[in-house]
């Protein structure tokens, strides 16, 4: 199994959209190599009007200690993702010194 590189792109401080979400693209970037490939869901959604639109889900893997946080946004593979909620961190049962990575849902909404 092989990873891939991703960009971490960090939420800007003070920067957000009308929704008070932390707009992407202001803050730092990092890019790392994934721990796993990732793993795409779908979804269709319809609003209250019928109109539809699709939901792109994600999950990543990153090595411990990445600063990533749910305010931050994830490029992979040319597409720019949210993270989709808290960022779970991933140790071994066995040992309190053994760490298992971040597990990191991502989320991009269109239509």
């Known amino acids: 199994m092989r990873g891939e590189y991703v960009t971490v792109i960090s939420a800007a401080a003070d920067t957000v959209d009308a929704y008070g979400d932390p707009v992407p693209g202001d803050g730092n970037r990092l890019t790392v190599m994934t721990l796993a490939p990732l793993t795409f869901r779908n979804s269709t959604e319809s609003d209250a009007r019928g ?7 994600a999950t990543v893997y990153l090595p ?37 990575g971040l597990e990191v849902a991502l989320r991009r909404a269109e239509g």
Do not use: C
């Open 51 to 57: 109109r539809g639109g699709v939901v792109t889900g």
């Open 64 to 100: 411990t200690g990445t600063p990533i946080t749910r305010a931050d946004h994830v490029e992979a593979r040319g597409v720019l993702y949210e993270v989709d909620g808290d960022v779970a961190d991933w140790r071994s049962p066995s040992s309190s010194s053994r760490t298992g």
